[in-house]
């Protein structure tokens, strides 16, 4: 049996409307308690998308979809991977002090400044010398942002290539405050192309993923295919180096290139990669890959067959669309954070950044599901997803479930091994299926260390 939730997650991605496989649920309790239903989000799309792997597998292999399990403490436990995650016993880096929710004059911001670049802009919109003592610099922002209104910080910061955002009033049952997004879009496109999958012990086996994302939905989101034996190349352009904590928890499976895009020759090596590419996964800023002539039509354009999965946090047909923005920010816009706030009025936040990873287990199953039928029409597909449509998805469309018997262990669900920064512990993936893998192939090699070829 599928659940309302699971369905309405499957279907998004291009799903029949009769899911192929039972789904075995295993209940854990009050997993991720929150006012929202974050718990019927997460155990949906990780649903759909063991979904997504069985029905490729069978459709590869020409026999019967396995059934697929659902089990609340894995799905809690990978929610959230990062902070489980220890590199030889080091917890991993929290968000950096300068993100957070701040006082402004006439209500809250939230802003986002764990990358050095956005932390430079973000005190350079606010006049604030960014050389000056680190230790006083959290003072010094709040007493800029009580003096200033929300929406002027708002916009001063993103004119200034920065990250903040209003923190929206809780909004009313089918409405928000930026407006409402799809959960998915999915368009078939192109010519017919002869891109034939030979029958493989794993569903994505012999699939080439080009992962052009950073934190967190889009690495969730390939490195999900990566368990499910799709050979990931995540590139990177040189300049900007990941954070190494975030690449530690979702690059396992995956290997790492730096290539310059803004340079002939690293034009010419990533053209190289797409010509023999069946999948792209998209996650830059709003039209960053367009100036270089690899926007998704682009790329459709020069590639029959090609599954093109983008991933944005606003809607792209609505007011931010040219925005950026986080899993947090997002959650502030939409009003999520003040439903989720405490007794003294202070914005809150969902126990996970269920945004991210709801939103990385959708691609996935979205990729899976157009490789599927892909098989039996030859057609490749554009695939849509944005933070704002799963944001939309959790506080308008979702109906809460009591939670089932049994308790959560996250212990149970951590493994340990060795890796190129040392010993790790970390998340088991959630997504399963019987007879499908339980853990990676292998740990996140070293950011950028990888040659930029397929295998």
């Known amino acids: 049996m599928v659940d309302e939730t699971t369905l309405r997650a499957w279907t998004a991605i291009a799903g029949t409307a009769e899911p192929p496989a039972e789904i075995v649920r295993h209940t854990a309790g009050n997993i991720l308690p929150a006012v929202l239903p974050v718990r019927a989000l997460a155990t949906a799309t990780v649903g759909a998308c063991s979904l997504a792997a069985a029905e490729l597998l069978a459709a590869r292999n020409g026999g019967v979809v396995p059934r697929v399990h659902v089990d609340e403490g894995a799905v809690a436990t990978a929610f959230v991977s ?76 993103y004119a200034a290539g920065g990250l903040a955002v209003a923190v929206a009033p809780a909004p009313d049952r089918g409405t928000s405050a930026i407006g409402r997004a799809p959960l998915a879009e999915v368009v078939p496109h192109g010519e017919v192309a002869d891109r034939y999958l030979e029958p493989a012990a794993l569903p994505a086996a012999g699939v080439r993923v080009l992962d052009l994302t950073r934190v967190i939905a889009g690495p969730v989101a390939t490195r999900t295919l990566a368990l499910l034996g799709a050979d990931v190349l995540r590139v990177d352009p040189p300049g900007t180096p990941e954070d190494p904590d975030s690449h530690i928890d979702t690059g396992p499976g995956k290997r790492s290139a730096l290539v310059d895009l803004d340079s002939a020759e690293g034009r010419g090596v990533l053209e190289g990669l797409l010509d023999t590419a069946d999948v792209v996964v998209t996650g830059y800023r709003p039209g960053s890959l367009g100036r270089r002539g690899m926007a998704a039509a682009d790329l459709v354009a020069r590639r029959p067959g090609l599954v093109v999965a983008g991933l944005r946090a606003w809607d792209r047909s609505g007011p931010w669309s040219g925005r950026r923005g986080f899993d947090s920010l997002v959650q502030a816009a939409t009003g999520i954070a003040a439903i989720e706030s405490g007794q003294d009025g202070r914005p809150g936040a969902l126990p996970a950044q269920a945004l991210d990873h709801g939103t990385g287990y959708l691609m996935a199953a979205g990729v899976l599901r157009a490789l599927t039928d892909r098989l039996s029409d030859g057609r490749g597909r554009r695939l849509g997803f944005s933070l704002a449509g ?10 809460a479930q009591e939670p089932g018997a049994g308790t959560h262990d996250a212990e149970e669900w951590l493994v340990e091994a060795p890796s190129p920064y040392g010993r790790l512990r970390y998340a088991l993936p959630p997504v399963r299926y019987e007879g499908g893998p339980r853990d990676w192939a292998r740990t996140a090699s070293r950011w950028g260390a990888d040659p930029a070829i397929w295998l």
Do not use: C, M
Request: proline share 7%; aromatic share 6%.
């Open 390 to 399: 799963t944001a939309s998805w959790l506080l308008h469309d979702i109906v």
């Open 82 to 157: 990062e902070r489980h995650l220890r590199v030889d016993g080091r917890e991993p880096t929290p968000f950096a002090p300068l993100s957070g929710f701040w006082r402004a004059s006439d209500g809250w911001v939230r802003t986002h400044a764990n990358y050095p670049h956005h932390r430079e802009r973000l005190l350079h919109a606010l006049d604030i010398d960014a050389k000056d003592d680190p230790d006083t610099l959290p003072d010094r922002l709040a007493a800029v942002l009580s003096g200033l209104a929300a929406t002027e910080i708002q916009e001063r910061v």
